[in-house]
């Protein structure tokens, strides 16, 4: 990492995720605060929770994020819109949609393809696909981010998290298949700034991680090293 790399402003990419299963109201208000003290670019919370972020937030700088069919991808379409439609009324600026890596790794391309279009089309949202990177071949890598910026999404995100993490090799093949269309989303294992820089410089133009803060505090021990 350069000189100049080590002075990045990594805030304004995070996505300040809390998706432990067991999170409670008061560990979502601390995320929240801690989202608007930083000035993150959103909180990524399940759908139960996007309605209370949305009021934690109201007027405030982040936006609330919302994971569909997570961490599997694996629900029917139906179930998946309507979660989407959902998350939508309650206030998600952003909805971070698995795909069905089974339709994918069956070669039904276009069953695959509506999967996604329609949470694009029927929700006007920024949507980010997320492929699971560490469960795929390249060749089917490059199938999916292909389907996905057809069927209009805004992000091509990496991990879950569940499975494996973002790695700079990932991040450099989506933003090479993107070629400027859409956003890339490094996500997973995300645990130090100089990773995240690593993943920025890459091509991500979007963090998912839950130790945000702990990164912001990394780049400012550093900042104070270097000074």
Known sequence: MTAIQSDIDIAPF???ALLNPAATPEQLTKCCEE???FQFATVCVYPFYVREAAILL???HPKVCSVIAFPTGATTSAAKL???QEAAENGAAELDVVINLGLLKAGKTDELHRDIAEICDETGLIVKAILETAL???AEKRLAAEICMDAGVTYLKTNTGFYGGAT???VSLLDELGKGR???KASGGIRTYEQAVDLIVAGATRLGTSRGPDL???RNKQLTVNS
């Open 82 to 84: 309507y979660e989407a």
């Open 182 to 184: 859409v956003g890339i």
């Open 168 to 170: 700079v090799a990932d």
């Open 216 to 218: 912001i505090r990394d």
């Open 35 to 37: 989202a608007d003290r």
């Open 14 to 16: 995070i996505d300040h």
């Open 136 to 138: 795929l071949t390249e």
């Open 58 to 60: 109201h007027g405030k």
